[in-house]
Structures are given as structure tokens and as C-alpha cells.
């Protein structure tokens, strides 16, 4: 089982499995012809529909449902009436409400919008066809990454255009409140989940008991992002379990006799959240959802997105996944309408099969030449992009170089075969006209038009917008990130250890992991084989030798160890910012807001001295997943009493994490102190 994600279909650009352009048809054919033809699914064992009235009354009426509203009652000194009333208001609040005349109005709409944005969006049809016959055998959870709003329907437009059923997808409580769309978006599937639903004891019951009911049933699969928010960075993030353990919950208790799950990669040339996403990263609040909004940005339907590419890897089976990871008895001790709090082991198995599916996610998406260019561009100085340009032919020689070292690493590449090369990257850059500019032999980052007023912008104002270009930019290198990430941290193990034994580049090589687990996806207890599959592409694209005791750098392999250096360093550096703003005098205890205003600031101080080159620390994506990883870690801790959400530091760990990161602490001392892996 170790190697599930390895054999979820890799491929490089040689392999010839066969994507198809759902969108080419429907260029040649009527739209309304589409959208009414007959659709004539087969659902899980012939399961038949079910109304939305029949599924609520269904969750309403569930002994666990009527336990926990019993328990309720008695807690709050309130009726059994009162609470179920309740109940009855968060379901009609929730519930979806899946009608066939709406399937055909969004199948509609869709297609001409989607013919408008993308050039083509591309599915493989294998997997489809593997969908297919799954769906028909056991329930189906179908779990794709979350990239942009557009993913939202573009699953089930594809299911419905060949004839699989339609999903039903949990949505962000923001999308009801739009007004018409957030009911047509209903009655296409959705049902809607609050984002803070903390302690609340009926909302969990009545969220669980309505999940576990549709997968009962199956007369739909069930879609979920396990990563549980839209990625603003297009980076994995680590995975939410709560969907996860409901979705599984009825495999657990023999409710069901398997599971099947589906992850899906979905990938983008250009991201119509772009700009959006950048700013957010940069404190600029999110928009709220308003049907207004989506009025207004209609202005995209004017832009260019290139293709987009939807991957359906191979159907899992949670029974097999699960053998000898869990022991199902446990649920036999008591009744299955009882709640039950999961059990430790319950609860490994679930993180681990969350972080496999977002391992499978990454794995199966497809990466464009854009992607490559972003991870070189983002290698040479700021200024360098801003003003004197990069030379074009380095760019591009580089980016072969680069092409040939990802297909090395197994990567899957979305690169067209017959084009010459020198097209798909001028392609590349004409689409993504609002990072970059090609002028006389040479490629420039833009910043932000300056607001039209009369004061000057302040050197600070001019940091944010040249962040605001640079994070849109390290947002398309994240798309390729996964391919060589555990390839660089044993060559940054390499470079800060300055030894050539494997064991201590391996302690060296887990600390990293340790550091960085709230920024990038890492199978837990999985650390040696990931050390394993570093070592081996290295030595694969010969950069490194490898004998049974030592790792040592092949003359060929400083180009190559130096740019995987370099693709990790905004997050060291990044990180180590954070480490010395925490270590200052006056900082004791601290908000999460206070946290971020104070990087935000020193980041800003040290980029204008030139002492920071990482514009990724004025990210609050990044500042967040290092106060995870430091609560992780157990160096910050959150004060109980504390209503703001407040911290208080360890100073001297977290002087001593930085410590180790910049090689100030040597791996021996690593392996011989009590708390090595921190």
C-alpha cells in the first residue's frame, strides 16, 4: 500500500493516454441540443432517486439523530420539540434539492460560458470510463482539488455529458446567500455547509447524519474538497477531516460493505482568480459571494485562460485501502445509532487517507510550460524582472533544461507535441499578459498600474505591488512544486549539513519535513520512503552518487542541486523571518492579526534594505502555516482563557528550529537530542 499514489497513473509528456476535449464537440453542435438530449444515468445498484423531502425526512427520523436530539434537549432544558424544530431549520438551510430541468439549465449556461474562458478543457477518458463502472458498484466520493470557482460545476457538467450521475457537492454557506444563483446552484447539487460551525452539537449531527445518508443510498456520489477552502497559493493544503470521517463513517460501521473514492486533478494554464488571489494573500479582504459580483466580473468572459485539464485518477477502494489499518470491531461494541467518538486509530487512518488523496491530486495534475517558466523566473533577482528584464533565449534553453529534468521526476507534463518549442513557451507568456512582458528579446514582470493620485507612492506601497506581481507568479511555480520538492530538501539537506552521510541527511532531511508539514503534503510515517525517492531521482538525474552509508554530488549535479535550493529558499527564508520577529524582546503574547501585521512589516523593512529577497513572507498563507506548525510543535501555544484567538512563544525553540534550519546546529546534535524530531 505504500506506493498507492505511485501507481495512480503518472505520466510524462511520451505517454499517450487519451484526453479528450469536452468542449470541440460542443463548438460544432447545438448548445440547447446538448443540454436536452436524453440523460439516462446508471446509479449504484439501480438506486432510485431520492426526493429531497424523502432524504430529509429520513435524517430527521434516524435513531442517532432522535438520541442526539433527546440528549440536546435534556442538556439545554429545552423541549424535544424545540430542538427537533431546530433540526428541521438547519436541514432546510442545508439540504440540496437536485432537480434534472436544472442540471439542463446549468449544462446550458455552462457550455457558453466555458467556450468563452478555455480553449479546450481536457478529460481523460480511461478514468471516466473507470467512474463509470464504479459508481455502479459501490458509493462513490469524489474528491477534487479546488483551484477556482469554475471547479464547482465543471464536474458535474462533464458527468452529465456522459451520462454518469450527477454528484452532489458540499458548498460554502456564502454561495446561498446569492441571490437566483445560490438556489439554481442548489437544485444543481449543491448543499450548503457553514464555515464556523465549532462546538455546536446539532449542527454536527444533523451535517453527519445527512452525509452518511446519501452515501447509504447512493443514488448520487457525494463531492467534497478534502483541502476544505479554496487554495489561494494553487499549492495542496493540508487536508480537512471532518467531511472525511462522515463520508467514511457508514464503511466503519458496516453500513455499507466498501467505499469507493475518487480523486480528481483539476489544473489550469491560467487561473481566472488570479489577481484576486494575490491580493487576498496580501490582506486585501475577500470579496463577499453576491450575485452583483459574479455580474461584474463577467469582464473575464473578455480574457484568454487557455486550457483546462480535469484528471479522474483511479477509483480507490476504501476496504482495501484500510486493511490493516483498522480494526472494525471496535464499532460492534456499541449500537450503530449511538454516537461514537473516534478512536485514535480511527483517526490515523483517516488523516492518512486524506493526505493519500491529496498526494494522488497532485500526482494526477498536469503542468504546463507556464509553470516551469514561473519556477525560473522566480530564481533571478526582483529587480532583475522589474527592470532590466531576463534575457529571452536564457529563459527558454533554461525551461528545456527544466522540461527534461521534471519528466526525469516522473512529472505529467501538459506540454504540446507538435508545436515547435519556441511557440508553446511564446504562447505561454502572450496568455499570461498580466504577470509578464516579452519586449525586444526580453521578459519583464509588471507590477500594478499606480493608483491615479498625487502623492508619490511610498517605498512601502511600491513593495506591495511588486508582491502582489511576484505572488501571482509563485502561484503558477506551486503548481509543479510537488514534482520537486522532495528532491530539494535532500539537496538543501546537502547543501546546510555540508556532510555526505545518509543518516544524518535523513535527520536532517525529517526535520525539514517537520518544519514545513503545514506548507507542502507529506504521507505521515512516510518520511524514509520519501528520503528513499529523493535519493533516487537525484542519483537518476545523475546528480548525486549513492552508496549504502553515503550521498555525495556528482560534478554534473550543481546545476541541478542549485535550482532545487533555490525553489525551496523563499519558504526558509520566508520562514526565518517569522523566527527572528518572534524572537524579539517585546513579543511575548500575541494574536494571530498582530502576528501578521508585524511580519507583514519587518518583511517590508528587510526587502527595502535588501536583506530579504522572498516576497512570500508578506503571504498570509504562509505566516498561518508557520504558526500551525509552531502549535504543532508545541513552541507556541494558544492561551485557553484568551477570546482573541492569543499565542505565547517559546523563544528559546523557536531560536533553536531557526538555528537548525540555517545549519547553525549540525545533524549530530539533531540525532542526539531527546526531542531530534522536534
Known amino acids: 500500500m505504500t506506493n498507492t499514489y505511485r501507481d495512480s497513473g503518472r505520466a510524462g509528456v511520451e505517454d499517450e493516454e487519451e484526453f479528450v476535449d469536452v468542449l470541440e464537440e460542443r463548438r460544432h453542435s447545438s448548445d440547447l441540443g446538448h443540454a436536452f438530449r436524453t440523460f439516462n444515468p446508471q446509479p449504484y445498484k439501480g438506486a432510485p432517486s431520492c426526493s429531497t423531502a424523502d432524504l430529509n425526512k429520513a435524517v430527521l427520523e434516524s435513531q442517532y439523530l432522535c438520541y442526539v436530539t433527546k440528549e440536546i434537549a435534556m442538556e439545554t432544558k429545552s423541549s424535544v420539540e424545540e430542538v427537533r424544530e431546530e433540526a428541521c431549520g438547519i436541514l432546510e438551510e442545508m439540504s440540496q434539492n437536485l432537480q434534472l430541468g436544472f442540471i439542463r439549465l446549468m449544462a446550458y449556461t455552462l457550455t457558453k460560458v466555458l467556450k468563452r474562458l478555455f480553449t479546450s478543457i481536457n478529460v481523460n477518458m480511461e478514468g471516466l470510463n473507470a467512474l463509470q463502472q464504479a459508481i455502479q458498484e459501490t458509493p462513490v466520493i469524489l474528491m477534487p482539488n479546488h ?23 458540499a458548498a460554502g454557506i456564502p454561495l446561498a446567500g446569492m441571490k437566483m444563483v445560490g438556489e439554481i446552484l442548489r437544485r444543481s447539487g449543491a448543499f450548503y455547509i457553514r464555515r464556523a460551525i465549532g462546538s455546536d452539537k446539532l449542527y454536527w449531527a444533523v451535517l453527519s447524519e445527512y452525509v452518511k445518508t446519501i452515501v447509504k443510498k447512493g443514488f448520487a456520489p457525494v463531492e467534497f474538497y478534502v483541502e476544505g477552502l479554496r ?36 489544473s489550469y494554464d491560467r487561473v481566472l482568480e488570479e489577481s484576486l488571489l494575490a491580493h487576498e494573500l496580501l490582506g ?9 459580483g459574479l455580474l461584474k466580473a463577467s469582464k473575464v468572459l473578455q480574457e484568454d485562460y487557455g486550457s483546462m485539464n480535469v484528471n479522474f485518477g483511479r477509483p480507490l477502494s476504501v476496504r482495501r485501502l484500510c486493511q490493516g489499518k483498522i480494526n472494525r470491531c471496535q464499532y460492534n461494541l456499541i449500537p450503530r445509532d449511538l454516537p461514537q467518538k473516534p478512536s485514535a486509530e480511527t483517526q490515523a487512518c483517516v488523516n492518512w487517507l486524506a493526505n493519500l488523496m491529496v498526494r494522488i491530486q ?3 495534475s498536469l503542468i504546463s510550460p507556464w509553470s516551469l517558466m514561473a519556477c525560473l523566473l522566480l530564481q533571478a533577482p526582483t529587480a532583475v524582472l522589474t527592470e532590466e528584464g531576463l534575457l529571452w533565449h536564457q529563459l527558454t534553453e533554461k525551461t528545456l533544461w527544466l522540461r527534461k529534468l521534471a519528466l526525469d521526476f516522473g512529472a505529467r507534463l501538459n506540454w504540446p507535441g507538435k508545436v515547435p518549442d519556441s511557440d508553446v513557451m511564446s504562447s505561454a507568456v502572450a496568455l499570461h499578459h498580466s504577470i509578464v512582458r516579452r519586449k525586444a528579446g526580453r521578459v519583464y514582470l509588471l507590477q500594478e498600474e499606480k493608483p491615479a493620485r498625487e502623492r508619490p507612492v511610498s517605498q512601502e506601497e511600491g513593495v506591495i505591488r511588486t508582491a502582489a506581481a511576484v505572488l501571482m507568479l509563485a502561484s503558477y511555480r506551486n503548481q509543479s512544486l510537488h514534482v520537486f520538492l522532495r528532491p530539494a530538501m535532500l539537496a538543501t539537506a546537502i547543501h546546510v549539513t555540508k556532510t555526505t552521510r545518509r543518516d544524518e541527511l535523513f535527520t536532517f532531511f525529517s526535520f525539514l519535513q517537520d518544519v514545513f508539514s503545514n506548507e507542502f503534503i507529506f504521507i505521515p510515517e512516510k518520511s524514509s520512503q520519501d528520503f528513499e525517492e529523493a535519493c533516487s531521482l537525484l542519483k537518476k538525474c545523475g546528480a548525486v552518487h549513492i552508496s549504502h552509508q553515503e550521498v555525495t554530488v556528482s560534478d554534473a549535479g550543481l546545476e541541478v542541486l542549485s535550482f532545487l535550493r533555490a525553489l525551496l529558499q523563499p519558504f526558509i527564508d520566508s520562514y526565518q523571518v517569522m523566527f527572528k520577529h518572534l524572537c524579539e524582546e517585546r513579543v511575548h503574547v500575541f494574536s494571530e492579526k498582530q502576528f501578521q501585521t508585524a511580519v507583514r512589516n519587518l518583511a517590508t523593512k ?3 534594505s535588501g536583506e530579504l529577497r522572498s516576497y512570500e513572507a508578506l503571504s498570509s498563507d504562509t505566516q498561518k502555516n508557520l504558526l500551525s506548525a509552531l502549535r504543532r510543535l508545541e513552541t507556541v501555544t494558544k492561551l485557553q482563557a484568551s477570546e482573541q484567538n492569543e499565542y505565547r512563544v517559546n523563544k528559546d525553540a523557536v531560536r533553536r528550529i531557526g538555528d537548525i534550519l540555517c545549519g547553525t546546529i549540525p545533524p549530530q546534535m539533531l540525532q542526539t537530542a531527546p526531542d531530534a524530531r522536534l
Open 362 to 364: 497532485e500526482e494526477g
Open 147 to 169: 483551484r477556482s470557482y469554475v471547479d464547482f460545476l465543471v464536474i458535474s457538467y462533464i458527468l452529465f455529458t456522459y451520462d454518469i450521475p450527477v454528484p452532489v457537492i
Open 606 to 608: 528587510l526587502i527595502l
Open 284 to 292: 486585501v479582504p475577500k470579496p463577499k459571494e453576491s450575485t452583483t
Open 231 to 266: 487554495s489561494r497559493t494553487l499549492k495542496s493544503l493540508t487536508p480537512k477531516l471532518g467531511m472525511m470521517h462522515m463520508v467514511l463513517e457508514p464503511y466503519f460501521k458496516g453500513e455499507v460493505y466498501d467505499i469507493t473514492l475518487v480523486p480528481i486533478s483539476i
